[in-house]
């Protein structure tokens, strides 16, 4: 439904529940803009400083990404004021996939709402949203489901939820029950359970039909598990050639195979040299992704990507970083 920004201002109509002590919000320092644009603008809109309501954690100087048991830990000292936690389920910028289960379960010990952006973790790693007892998670569809720039956004909210209709929520006809969306009743809006109950209008129906498309490729080609295990394997191949034939390339993303998704993040020394690199990859076909200041995203995506695909991109790699380096 909607989009991934929509739908995280929805959740936080509904979840974001301040008190006068309890009534700040925890994301990662690095969070995607879009995320630190959406809170603070929420917190603004309900009166709220952000300058005070909005908690930001980063990493350890010197290290390139968030432990769990520094994020536990800033979670059990500041909790009493923290309202909701929303981290990232992948780290846009790194590629660090973070323990939802167990940063979920910390957040709930200190009586705080956990959601999740799974904007780079949907279709790339599996997730049991329902068996990690996640409060609600909001994912876009135009990365790893491959729907297409603008693509319609998904949201999930625990089932412990689906009865609760006294939450506040921005309401639309979509959202009323189906038995009688159409009797068009003006004077009470009855939604539907769960998730459902949260739509506000109906849907663009070429980008339903470009998401049911992917999807349906991913059911045939096994499923997100199936996927994971070749996943496993392709990122394992490009680490290992990287590290062989490009060793003066920093990897930020995590070593271990559990805490990341397909993607790799590569920092080079400043930003002209990324770009010059961008730019050489570019000419020989290469498709990757830069982040500014200093990073080149690559991911090789199980779905569609080949071990073949691995090893030319780091041998034309190799050859860009000899011209430039």
């Not at 979840?15 to 995320?35: G, H, N, W």
């Not at 470009?210 to 490009?238: D, I, M, N, P, W």
């Not at 930003?271 to 000419?283: D, F, P, R, T, W």
Request: net charge negative; with cysteine.
């Amino acid at each position: 439904m909607s989009t991934l920004t929509s739908n995280i201002h929805s959740m936080l109509v509904a979840f974001y529940q301040p008190t006068s002590t309890r009534y700040k919000i925890l994301i990662e320092q690095k969070a995607f803009p879009s995320d630190h644009y959406a809170v603070s603008s929420h917190l603004q809109s309900r009166g709220i400083d952000p300058e005070d309501a909005l908690l930001t954690i980063g990493s350890h100087e010197g290290q390139d990404i968030l432990q769990t048991e520094d994020i536990i830990g800033y979670i059990r000292e500041h909790g009493s004021s923290i309202a909701v936690v929303m981290l990232s389920g992948i780290q846009y910028y790194t590629g660090q996939f973070f323990e939802i289960e167990k940063i979920t379960k910390a957040g709930h010990e200190a009586g705080c709402v956990v959601g999740w952006d799974l904007a780079h973790a949907v279709g790339n790693v599996p997730l049991q949203l329902h068996d990690w007892n996640v409060d609600f998670a909001c994912w876009c569809s135009y990365k790893y489901l491959n729907s297409g720039a603008g693509g319609i956004g998904g949201l999930f909210i625990h089932e412990k939820y689906k009865d609760d209709m006294t939450r506040p929520r921005f309401a639309g006809w979509w959202g009323n029950k189906k038995e009688n969306r159409f009797e068009m009743k003006q004077e009470s809006f009855e939604p539907s359970e769960g998730a459902s109950g949260y739509q506000q209008s109906n849907p663009s129906i070429f980008t339903t039909v470009a998401l049911s498309a992917s999807l349906q490729v991913f059911e045939e080609a096994g499923g997100v598990e199936a996927l994971r295990k070749k996943s496993l394997l392709l990122t394992g191949y490009l680490e290992r050639l990287l590290r062989k034939k490009v060793p003066q390339i920093k990897i930020l993303t995590p070593t271990d195979p559990a805490q990341r998704g397909c993607q790799l993040s590569l920092e080079f020394r400043d930003e002209a040299s990324m770009l010059k690199v961008m730019e050489g990859l570019y000419a020989q076909g290469i498709i990757v992704d830069e982040r500014k200041p200093t990073v080149i995203r690559v991911a090789p995506t199980p779905l569609y990507n080949t071990f073949e695909d691995v090893y030319r991109f780091v041998e034309c790699l190799q050859q860009v970083i000899k011209q430039i380096y």
